[in-house]
């Protein structure tokens, strides 16, 4: 299964500023996602995000609070822009599962918002 | 809408117990099933991954079943140890949605 490295592993933030997530993936993916665990909750879709166009987004979320970049098939950037505390979550990327491996997680983000 | 639901939400038992956490969901026209275990403060290791057309899937102490005409799925923990205490989630998948339920944090007390 595709192994993906997510960084960085965690952040302290100010208020107002943006955050660039980065996942790189071991092998060429055609869909990649990206979840939001906010404290003490289970994880919520984001988007999905294809190469070579635009980031589907789930209700709740706009592309300007979450801008997402997918340049070609083994990277993708999550950016959460204008930071409040409310922001304070972790961040994951997921790839699309492969012939019966299952899906496959980043190790997470940590952001804190101050 | 599905919904995914994991009981109990927390479990504390002594070392070397069996146990058993629960999943269940709303639709069962669903691909597959997966659980995941998530330490504090970090991302997701995937355990067990069971197709639609499966039935059940083993990996070590680790076993998980899923009924789908009845909704649900089970992960039995045989001979449990200290470092199996964590936050274990299941999730279901249809197409390219999944959903994830909330969670069983175990600790397992030396």
């Known amino acids: 299964s595709a192994v993906i490295s997510q960084k960085p592993s965690r952040d302290i933030c100010q208020r107002g500023t943006s955050l660039t997530i980065q996942c790189q993936v071991d092998?060429?993916?055609?869909?990649m996602f990206w979840y939001r665990q906010q404290p003490g909750q289970s994880l919520t879709l984001i988007a999905t995000?294809?190469?070579?166009?635009?980031?589907?987004?789930e209700s709740g979320f706009v592309i300007d609070k979450f801008p997402i970049s997918r340049p070609n098939l083994t990277f993708s950037t999550l950016t959460v822009s204008n930071m409040s505390p409310e922001d304070s979550s972790i961040y994951l990327c997921?790839?699309?599962?492969?012939?019966?491996?299952?899906?496959?997680f980043g190790s997470g983000t940590r952001l804190t918002v101050v | 809408k599905q919904e995914v639901t994991q009981i109990p939400a927390a479990l504390s038992v002594p070392e070397g117990e069996n146990l058993v956490l629960n999943c269940s969901f709303t639709?069962?026209?669903?691909?597959?099933l997966q659980w995941f275990r998530q330490d504090p403060g970090k991302g997701l290791t995937s355990l067990l991954l069971?197709?639609?057309?499966?039935r059940e899937q083993t990996s070590g102490r680790l076993n998980a079943s899923l009924d789908k005409s009845s909704g649900r799925s089970t992960l039995y923990i045989a001979a449990s140890q200290p470092g199996d205490s964590a936050t274990y989630l299941c999730?279901?998948?249809?197409?390219?949605?999944?959903?994830f339920g909330t969670g069983t944090s175990l600790t397992v007390i030396p």
């Open positions: 999730a279901v998948s249809r197409g390219n949605q999944f959903y």
């Open positions: 995000a294809n190469q070579g166009s635009e980031a589907t987004y």
């Open positions: 069971i197709q639609s057309s499966q």
């Open positions: 639709d069962s026209a669903i691909y597959n």
């Open positions: 092998s060429q993916v055609t869909m």
């Open positions: 997921s790839v699309e599962p492969g012939q019966g491996n299952g899906y496959t």
